[in-house]
């Protein structure tokens, strides 16, 4: 039976939160709807776009989810056309990807991005081949749904008991536990490390090169 490592892309891979929340500024603004602080912002970053719109308005109606997430994938794009998205690699992921593979572990991504926007992204970085399954937004229901998980466990020939989630938000550590996966946090990305553990992590990881050592000890035995 397969390992598998299932990374999360959004503040575990990249650093895109300023990209992702200068969009939702866009949207907010054309909706003449009052913009959230950053730090409201990068709460939601990890869940699908509707559900991101219905946690930071929930008095609004469904309707006004769907458009704001429509207006915000518009402004993304327009920011893409601009040449405006940064998306950078966290410091030490290459390396953690590296040493991954080097002890056997197949490679996975679970995110709420669309299938054009992540595969964009890896491309960019020239990593895209690197992953033997890409679950998105697209085709599954948002975090903390284990959809996600269980498709790439799938197509991987993993099973819950052999594989890992590395993500940084507490709806990444909820899908693993969903899924029968362990989850380890990414404490560099966007969500405290105290909620990660709350939400089911086994262990938080300050920076990349710490994952590795908890793999060790909690899913190597």
């Known amino acids: 039976m397969n390992r598998l490592a299932i990374f999360d892309c959004d503040g575990t891979l990249v650093d895109s939160g300023a990209t992702i929340y200068s969009a939702l500024k866009a949207s907010f603004e054309q909706n003449g709807i009052e913009v959230p602080p950053p730090s409201l912002g990068r709460r939601v970053i990890g869940l699908s776009l509707v559900e991101a719109m219905a946690a930071l308005l929930p008095d609004e109606d469904a309707a006004s ?3 704001l997430a429509e207006d915000y994938k518009a402004a993304f794009m327009g920011l893409r ?7 950078p690699l966290f410091e030490g ?3 953690l990807l590296d040493a991954l593979e080097h002890s056997g572990w197949l490679l996975a991504v679970a995110t709420g991005k669309s299938d054009r926007g992540l595969r964009h992204c890896l491309d960019q970085h020239g990593i895209h081949a690197r992953f033997v ?3 998105t937004a697209d085709r599954h229901p948002s975090k903390p749904h ?9 197509d991987a020939g993993a099973s819950p008991a052999r594989t890992i989630v590395v993500g940084d938000t507490s709806f990444d550590m909820a899908m693993a536990v969903n899924a029968g996966a362990t989850g380890i946090g990414a404490g560099w990305g966007y969500h405290e490390a105290q909620e990660l ?7 938080v990881a300050e920076r990349p090169s710490g994952v590795l050592d908890l793999i060790r000890e909690h899913a190597d035995g």
């Open 146 to 154: 284990p959809s996600m998980v269980d498709q790439a466990i799938a």
């Open 65 to 67: 989810h769907l458009k």
């Open 197 to 203: 553990l709350e939400a089911g992590a086994v262990a």
């Open 93 to 95: 992921v290459l390396d």
């Open 133 to 135: 399954s890409l679950q």
């Open 81 to 87: 056309r601009a040449g405006e998205v940064e998306e």
